[in-house]
């Protein structure tokens, strides 16, 4: 039955991505042609501290089996110190996850520059292929308000 | 009720290759709001944009989103072109499907597929656009310019030759700084005040500037291209405007024991004196510590002699407040001090001298008048060593981490100038490594070397002592693989530079911010080299990190230039996606200033109506538009969700969220 229900649904990842270094780098993965799986769907925030826990909390309960964070290296944040923020609280943010079930390996924060399109590639195939094996998210099942 | 238009593009077979491009608008013509949706070979051509501007106008849509390449690429292309139809240009969303759709996937199912959810996602966010109208600020067209060594006056001069008003700050009773100290420069060897002094003379009769010497800044309010500043000018006990700089004061002044800091305090100067000749302003001041009218009301001397009456013992700290477009800091270095590093005898020995006393040994208008002595006994030293690194490079957590970059040159320089002047001296030069890069600067360290015979010892040293009357130095020759001892009659110590330690205040004042070690940090390591993260704040000289009078110079420039281009500007247009506070739900706890930083939120006491007729008074957040650089830290700090960014609210993510997430 499960094994059923896998290979029907593709798995659902979204990934925010900071508009300065990550989203460049994956339109420099798009420009090379390298390519990663299409369940990855981009979200673009001005920085990568943009992104509130919230977000990632309605993208497990709406049915997402895992967010991904993309933002600058560190000390390369735009706005000079964003992405020492998002680290520290996105930390916080996947233990708590961890404990509720939601295994660590559905979240994951990477810091992408513009120029890493092939490093952009290389993580969002390593991330789908983990989700991919992890399958489903059932964890916030019961909580996931479906229309 | 929207009307939203789809706007899907072939670009070429860039996305037609592999998207369905008919089927994406199909799909979307369907969606709630979507009122017309139709694809297109080349929406960023001249047609393309027409059609668009046509449907906006025959189906008077509320927004549209294009469904084409990169944001990145035209989304700056089809908000002009939805103005020109009377839109709002941020109702206007672009969904990725070249780049993150159509380049990276074969599959045209899975790619047409992909392009419709991106498309939905677009127009998801789209229902929660609000029309926004970037705010527009005035500009003081005056610039001010805190320090006044050659960074400051450089780009004063800049600026002011451009037309504009400049102010200088400068602590000191006169302007020049630590190049006015120097004796020559490398690596052509002109004196230094042969090329600074016309500049300091330029700055005081240019018609555009003025200079505050012998003030600070003390408080600064405002934003880019409307600082509000407040200068604190320090009692002088001299009025400026009458005294003619004529001197007598200094040569009655009974009191004559001051250390000369000018001079690195290698001889005294009178409680009333003028640093040095060629000082810009002109002007005598009075050292209160010393003054013995001052302390204890007797003497007078120098007010009864004074010719132009200009001494007033009752003269107190004034205050001005100026208005400014754009701030340039330039406040400088000073030679670390050498408390950790006994081991070279500084304190003990008065023959252990840093460099900058050296330049003021060797300098004309110094303590020697030119002649090199010894400060013990006033003989000449006939075995100099000069220790490198003295400081710098240091990770033991004695001295600084970084390279004072200075210091291989000026040695090189000092060792050549001694052999020259006096060529019975010996020199020798302890170095870890010897550092030219910059233009004719090997080729100058080489003559040192080779024409100078100047013995370059590849080691560090590990102590200096007194030895009968000498100092021997003791180091390692890594070379020869040898200890050796020099008996030396000179020893200069190559000392690390660090930022001037009022920086650290006035960064505070400027919200802008600094490193481990104190120079303050730019906009960007490679590209905003002179700009800081605080709009209208611009960097220029060693307060940024260490440089030579070439890249001061030059990094003076860059900054009025860039001063330049923002006072030219009559308004600023801001960008419009900043962040605004919810008044109703604000607690005003704070925490959004706290993690700001552009110092954009500031707080307001507001009256609120709370029914029957009665109002209550609270604190609430005010983000002030023109210095919010809208990176959404305070949205998700905020404890109430009172904060929220225009272009990219919570709502809007979430929706964004909602559409990818719907299966
Ligand atoms: S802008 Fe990329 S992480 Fe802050």
């Known amino acids: 039955m499960q094994e059923i229900e896998k290979n029907q649904k593709k798995p659902l990842i979204v990934a925010f991505c900071c508009n300065w270094c990550s989203?460049?780098?994956?339109?420099?993965?798009?420009?090379?042609?390298?390519?990663?799986?299409?369940?990855?769907?981009?979200?673009?925030?001005?920085?990568?501290?943009?992104?509130?826990?919230?977000f990632i909390l309605k993208a497990f309960q709406r049915g997402a089996d895992g967010v991904i964070l993309c933002?600058?290296?560190?000390?390369?944040?735009?706005?000079?110190?964003?992405?020492?923020?998002?680290?520290?609280?996105?930390?916080?943010?996947?233990?708590?996850?961890?404990?509720?079930?939601?295994e660590k390996e559905r979240t994951r924060i990477e810091w992408v520059s513009a120029a890493e399109g092939a490093k952009f590639s290389a993580v969002m195939n390593d991330f789908a292929k983990t989700i991919n094996e992890l399958g489903e998210n059932r964890r916030l099942e019961d909580l996931r308000c479906k229309d | 009720?929207?009307?939203?238009?789809?706007?899907?593009?072939?670009?070429?077979?860039?996305?037609?290759?592999?998207?369905?491009?008919?089927?994406?608008?199909?799909?979307?013509?369907?969606?709630?709001?979507?009122?017309?949706?139709?694809?297109?070979?080349?929406?960023?051509?001249?047609?393309?944009?027409?059609?668009?501007?046509?449907?906006?106008?025959?189906?008077?849509?509320?927004?549209?989103?294009?469904?084409?390449?990169?944001?990145?690429?035209?989304?700056?292309?089809?908000?002009?072109?939805a103005e020109a139809a009377g839109l709002n240009p941020y109702m206007v969303e672009i969904a990725n499907i070249r780049e993150q759709c159509s380049w990276i996937h074969k599959d045209v199912e899975e790619a047409t597929e992909k392009a419709i959810v991106l498309a939905r996602t677009a127009v998801a966010k789209l229902t929660l656009n609000k029309p926004l109208v970037a705010g527009e600020t005035g500009v003081t067209k005056r610039a001010l310019v805190i320090g006044g060594g050659i960074a400051g006056i450089q780009a004063a001069l800049d600026i002011a030759d451009a037309g504009y008003e400049v102010d200088i700050v400068e602590k000191n009773p006169t302007i020049g700084?630590?190049?006015?100290?120097?004796?020559?420069?490398?690596?052509?060897?002109?004196?230094?005040?042969?090329?600074?002094?016309?500049?300091?003379?330029?700055?005081?009769?240019?018609?555009?500037?003025?200079?505050?010497?012998?003030?600070?800044?003390?408080?600064?309010?405002?934003?880019?291209?409307?600082?509000?500043?407040?200068i604190k000018k320090k009692a002088r006990y001299v009025d400026e405007t009458k005294c003619t700089g004529c001197g007598v004061c200094m040569t009655n002044c009974p009191s004559k024991k001051g250390l000369n800091s000018f001079n690195m305090d290698l001889n005294t100067r009178p409680a009333i004196y003028i640093p040095f000749a060629q000082a810009i302003p002109n002007v005598a001041v009075i050292d209160p510590?010393?003054?013995?009218?001052?302390?204890?009301?007797?003497?007078?001397?120098?007010?009864?002699k004074c010719g132009a009456n200009a001494i007033d013992y009752k003269q107190q700290d004034s205050f001005v407040e100026r208005e400014y477009g754009a701030i340039v800091v330039a406040t400088g270095f000073k030679p670390i001090s050498l408390e950790n590093f006994n081991e070279y005898g500084y304190a003990d020995n008065k023959d252990v001298i840093t460099s900058l006393e050296l330049e003021r040994l060797m300098n004309a208008a110094g303590p020697s008048k030119g002649t090199l002595v010894r400060p013990s006994d006033g003989e000449h030293p006939h075995v100099i060593t000069f220790i490198q690194c003295v400081g710098s490079r240091d990770v033991s957590g004695c001295g600084k981490p970084y390279c004072s970059k200075i210091c291989?040159?000026?040695?090189?320089?000092?060792?050549?100038?001694?052999?020259?002047?006096?060529?019975?001296?010996?020199?020798?030069?302890?170095?870890?490594d010897v550092r030219t890069p910059g233009k004719n600067y090997d080729e100058f360290y080489r003559r040192a070397v080779e024409q100078y015979g100047v013995n370059y010892i590849k080691g560090m040293v590990g102590k200096?002592?007194?030895?009968?009357?000498?100092?021997?130095?003791?180091?390692?020759?890594?070379?020869?693989?040898?200890?050796?001892?020099?008996?030396?009659?000179?020893?200069?110590?190559?000392?690390?530079i660090e930022p001037d330690p009022s920086v650290k205040d006035l960064a505070t004042k400027l919200t802008i911010s600094i490193d481990t070690n104190n120079f303050l940090t730019e906009a960007h390591a490679k590209l905003k080299p002179v700009e800081c993260a605080t709009a209208g704040v611009y960097l220029a000289g060693v307060c940024q990190g260490p440089k030579d009078i070439p890249e001061t110079v030059a990094q003076a420039s860059a900054a009025a230039s860039k001063v330049i281009g923002l006072l030219a500007k009559d308004k600023l247009k801001g960008n419009p996606c900043v962040a605004h506070a919810n008044e109703m739900t604000c607690t005003g706890c704070s925490q959004c200033a706290e993690v700001c930083p552009y110092g954009a939120i500031t707080y307001e006491n507001k009256e609120f109506r709370i029914g029957g007729g009665k109002t209550e008074k609270r604190r609430v957040a005010s983000v002030n538009p023109a210095v919010c650089q809208g990176c959404g830290a305070c949205t998700v700090t905020c404890p109430s969700g009172a904060m929220d960014l225009h272009g990219f609210s919570s709502a809007q993510i979430l929706k964004e969220v909602e559409a990818i997430c719907k299966r």
Do not use: W
């Open chain 1, 23 to 54: 989203y460049a780098g994956a339109d420099l993965a798009g420009s090379s042609r390298l390519s990663y799986p299409a369940e990855v769907k981009i979200i673009k925030v001005p920085c990568s501290c943009r992104v509130n826990p919230i």
């Open chain 2, 1 to 81: 009720m929207h009307r939203i238009g789809v706007f899907v593009c072939h670009c070429g077979s860039n996305i037609a290759a592999t998207v369905d491009v008919e089927r994406v608008s199909n799909a979307l013509a369907h969606e709630p709001g979507v009122v017309h949706s139709v694809n297109y070979q080349y929406m960023c051509s001249e047609n393309g944009q027409q059609l668009i501007k046509n449907a906006i106008k025959e189906h008077n849509l509320s927004g549209i989103v294009v469904c084409s390449c990169s944001p990145r690429m035209h989304e700056a292309t089809f908000r002009k072109t």
């Open chain 2, 289 to 304: 510590e010393q003054c013995i009218k001052l302390k204890s009301g007797k003497c007078g001397l120098c007010s009864m």
């Open chain 1, 71 to 102: 933002g600058c290296h560190p000390g390369d944040c735009h706005y000079s110190e964003g992405n020492y923020r998002t680290r520290r609280r996105m930390g916080l943010l996947f233990s708590m996850l961890n404990y509720f079930g939601i």
């Open chain 2, 177 to 230: 700084g630590r190049m006015a100290q120097l004796d020559k420069t490398f690596p052509t060897l002109d004196c230094s005040a042969c090329i600074l002094t016309p500049k300091m003379v330029d700055c005081a009769q240019h018609e555009k500037i003025n200079i505050y010497s012998y003030s600070e800044v003390d408080k600064v309010k405002g934003f880019v291209g409307n600082f509000k500043v407040t």
């Open chain 2, 464 to 496: 200096v002592y007194n030895e009968n009357g000498k100092l021997m130095v003791q180091g390692s020759n890594l070379i020869d693989n040898e200890q050796v001892t020099i008996a030396s009659d000179l020893v200069v110590l190559a000392t690390a």
């Open chain 2, 408 to 432: 291989c040159m000026y040695t090189a320089k000092h060792a050549m100038l001694i052999r020259e002047k006096y060529p019975d001296t010996q020199v020798n030069v302890f170095y870890i």
